[in-house]
């Protein structure tokens, strides 16, 4: 039983390590090099704590591995493209204050802190959706 947890902890967390690794790193070497360790520790710890919720709920909903494997690697590259893209987009912040231009629905997912912190949800959801349908059909045959 805590085997089948750690594997689904220890997937999960190697995901999250490598978008850890690389998003740290695309801040270490854009022109704000100096937040690098802020990006390290937020996304280490919401790594974190995200791998161990998601193996326990993994492990109640009895998924398998793949399963685990697909969602987290998901999750990572979306952290992964999200971070590039805030870097890299760039907004002329005095044209829209002065009313000029208006933020594109890009932009604004780039520069929303609810586009990070509600990406950890979808792979609960889906986890979730993928049981719902698993019962439906073991429960009609």
Known sequence: MRFIIVRHFLVSFAWMVLA?????????????????????????VSGFVFSV?????????????????????????????????????KIDWQAISEGKLQLRLWQQWLKSELSFWLAFLVPFIMSFVIYTFKSKQNSST
């Open 20 to 44: 850890t690794s690389l998003c740290t790193l695309f801040q270490f070497y854009s022109a704000y090099d100096f937040f690098w360790p802020i990006i390290c520790a937020i996304m280490s």
């Open 53 to 89: 919720v998601f193996a326990i709920y993994q492990f109640k909903l009895k998924q398998n591995l793949r399963l685990t494997i697909i969602l987290a690697g998901v999750l990572a590259i979306y952290l992964i493209v999200l971070f590039y893209g805030f870097i890299h987009v």
